[in-house]
């Protein structure tokens, strides 16, 4: 830290700032990564009891500030590699046909906070995912209708949103391969959860990319062009990449890896999150998905994951989005570490360890929660049970 004078005399304290990606040693949370937390939220594990996440509950990542936009005047154009450019405004895109899909997202850096060194970022811990019912016309159409010329290749989303990262003025931009674009399940969202989408959620229009980890779902899109090369844009090329060390080029980030999370049984510590929960049979319930397969089993541990037995699987929401799980455990006193584990139909399997990266991406380690069974210490009887 250090500090300036500034006018009046007196001491202006200005605190620097450490690059993103910065490898932290020790459990301790810096002052970015707190100011990132403030700004950006979790889903609350209680909220898994919701096959559609309320839009409060929804996780939330803003890279930059939130744009204001002005719905009468804000124009989507579609342009590049095209024969017929295009600039459609709100209501001419909600004319056309539309589908409502639930769609499950979750952030790339997922668990990030978890790492030892962890890369200075927003410090997830395990809860950064929500499943929402979308409302928007399908992408492919609108590319159709827009003839893109022979040799079309990848086709970039710009949003409103601008800041610096890697010290690189920018306004967030991401691509998809052209046959990605046109998948079905692709849609241009203008609500979530039957309301129109509010301004952290990408207000007026944003990108859904089933399947693919949050960073590909474009909010506040101004425009979308088609190119006949790779995007090489900063979020493209040189973010959201699986490396291990800084000469490595890494591996681009793209569909999501399969996961499990519990609603914990019992009551939490305040501080600690740790669970205090009776003897006796308590039925536990979560949600697992993945953006790679179908999820095909749910396991559940009570020994830290020494053993491993069968939970009971619910259909999923959709095919985009995650599917319920139940297991009954006969919870015996003493301490315990529950732990999950999803497995998909491409055969991916959540691992025990965290996979140590230097982004912090694709960390879809097994989530643990310790429970204490047996009676609470001190319990305080409601004022209302004497009635």
């Not at 590319?143 to 690189?168: H, K, N, P, S, W």
């Not at 849609?187 to 960073?215: D, E, K, S």
């Amino acid at each position: 830290m250090v500090c300036n004078r500034h006018g009046g005399g007196g001491l202006r304290k200005v605190v620097e700032s450490l690059p993103a990606g910065t490898l932290i040693p020790g459990a301790e949370i810096t002052p970015d990564e707190l100011q990132l937390a403030g700004r950006n939220h979790s889903m609350p594990l209680e909220a898994l009891r919701y096959p559609i996440t309320p839009i409060g509950l929804h996780y939330l990542l803003t890279h930059f500030d939130i744009p204001f936009v002005d719905a009468e005047t804000w124009e989507l154009a579609i342009g590049g590699r095209v024969r017929r450019p295009q600039r459609l405004r709100l209501d001419e895109i909600q004319s056309r046909p539309a589908v409502t899909i639930p769609v499950t997202l979750e952030c790339a850096g997922n668990g990030r906070a978890r790492l030892s060194p962890r890369p200075l970022s927003q410090p997830w811990l395990g809860e950064a995912v929500g499943t929402a019912e979308w409302t928007g016309t399908p992408l492919g159409p609108l590319l159709d209708e827009a003839g893109m010329v022979d040799g079309a290749a990848d086709v970039v989303f710009t949003g409103l949103d601008r800041g610096v990262q890697g010290d690189i003025d920018q306004l967030y931009e991401r691509s998809l391969p052209l046959a990605e674009a046109q998948l079905d399940g692709v849609i241009l969202a203008y609500a979530i959860n039957g309301q129109p989408l509010p301004p952290q959620h990408g207000f007026p229009l944003r990108l859904i990319v089933p399947g693919w980890y949050g960073m590909a779902h474009v909010k506040w899109l101004r425009s979308i062009t088609v190119m006949d090369a790779p995007f090489t844009g900063y979020q493209q090329s040189r973010a959201y990449h699986f490396r291990r060390s800084d000469e490595d080029a890494g591996d681009p980030v793209t569909r999501m890896l399969p996961r499990a999370l519990m609603v914990p049984p019992g009551v939490p510590d305040f501080m600690s999150r740790t669970r205090f929960a009776a003897a006796g049979v308590h039925r536990i319930e979560g949600r697992a998905w993945s953006g790679r397969a179908p999820v095909t089993r749910v396991e559940l541990s009570q020994d830290g994951g020494a053993s491993w037995a069968d939970a009971a699987l619910e259909p999923p929401v959709s095919e985009y989005a995650w599917r319920g799980w139940t297991y009954d455990w006969d919870a015996a006193a003493g301490d315990h570490e529950l732990c999950v584990r999803a497995t998909d139909a491409a055969g991916n399997v959540q691992p025990d360890e965290q996979s140590w990266n230097l982004e912090g991406v694709q960390n879809n380690a097994i989530q643990r929660i310790t429970v204490v069974v047996g009676a609470a210490k001190d319990p305080q009887p409601p004022a209302d049970s004497s009635r």
